[in-house]
């Protein structure tokens, strides 16, 4: 990482909550949750140490057929709403695309589209995200992850690696990710994988992997993390919703089964959050692609930022959009 992306990082906010027991005084200092009273005490303490936290039956079965209802109307290409992409796995080849569910492997920013956004606004995700980010809060990527059956190849693997690579604003303990499982997800059909504690260190150089079969668009993977630390695989059932720090790192496995694994997710931001401009530091590989697409679908001017980007699609959700 860069040194200008280090100070730019370094204003976040720390927490000093006291506890008064009978003579004593308890301090405990918090760094990357706040202070309300949704968290209970263990589970701030461990989202402090480990950077991710699983939230049981968060998200009920009806809204979780809802999105995938909306989901399949979106792959019969019933529904096509603006600036949403659509992903498919490196091991279809262009010429096989069909519009159907065996095709697309994620849709990407769908802002625009009210039954899928509903997920972004639920009461229960929100009163959880405001524990990382604070009262202003702004939903700035979104993801319906439809992890296909493997080929044999592999492909279907999300490599280890750090969301905040993707993010022009800071600081990051002002960002969560909360990732919603839509069945029950195991290392069967590739779960997430997590690495606890990574979230204390800097945002490390990305690649594309060199995996034999290919590697998805934007599949960057951390280069040089210590083979060493322990990972915690997230076995977790339909409705669980896991909120992980975007430097944690974190990647998912290869689906070995016939079904089509579904998560859906969004990154929030605090709203009071501001933006950086990447040009000059490791996330800069990111701005190019990223233009590079925006311009081929939406015919977007090459040199708009990746700050733009992000200023256009990011939607207020709760409080004052203040800043981003
Ligand atoms: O759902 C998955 O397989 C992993 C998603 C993920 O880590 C990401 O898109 O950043």
């Known amino acids: 990482m860069s040194s200008r992306n280090i100070s730019q990082d370094l204003d976040t906010e720390c927490w000093v909550v006291i506890f008064r027991l009978d003579l004593f005084e308890i301090y405990l200092f918090f760094r990357y949750t706040q202070h309300n009273a949704v968290l209970s005490l263990e589970q701030r303490k461990f989202y402090e140490e480990n950077g991710f936290l699983v939230i049981k039956s968060l998200v009920s079965d009806a809204d979780i057929q ?3 209802d909306q989901f ?24 096989e695309y069909i519009p159907s569910e065996r095709m697309i492997s994620k849709i990407q920013d769908f802002q625009e589209d009210k039954e899928l956004f509903r997920y972004c606004t639920l009461p229960e995700i929100l009163k959880y995200v405001e524990c990382f980010t604070g009262p202003n809060i702004m939903a700035m990527h979104t993801m319906l992850i439809n992890k296909p059956p493997d080929s044999g190849k592999k492909t279907s ?19 969560v990710c909360a990732w919603t499982a839509m069945e029950h997800i195991d290392r069967n059909n590739g779960c997430l994988c997590v690495l606890p504690g990574t979230h204390k260190g800097p945002l490390k150089p990305h690649d594309y992997p060199q995996w034999e079969g290919g590697v998805n668009l934007m599949f960057y993977g951390i280069q040089d993390y210590d083979e060493k630390t322990p990972r915690v695989h997230l076995v977790m059932e339909k409705g669980d919703t896991v909120f992980f720090h ?12 016939q079904g089509y694994r579904k998560a859906i997710s969004c990154h929030f931001a605090s ?20 233009m590079e697409l925006v311009h081929r679908l939406y015919g977007i001017p090459k040199d708009t930022s990746l700050q733009d980007v992000f200023r256009l699609g990011g939607q207020l959700v709760k409080g004052r959009r203040t800043n981003l």
């Open 66 to 68: 809802r999105f995938r």
């Open 72 to 95: 399949e109307r979106i792959c019969r290409g019933e529904v096509k709403p603006e600036q949403m992409m659509i992903m498919r796995d490196v091991s279809i080849a262009k010429s």
């Open 157 to 175: 693997r999300h490599p280890l690696h750090q969301d905040l690579l993707y993010f022009p604003f800071r600081p990051s303990n002002k960002i």
């Open 246 to 257: 975007p430097l944690l790192i974190h990647g998912s496995g290869w689906n070995r089964t």
């Open 271 to 290: 709203a009071d959050c501001h933006y950086i401009d990447v040009k000059g530091t490791s996330q800069e590989i990111v701005e190019r692609e990223v």
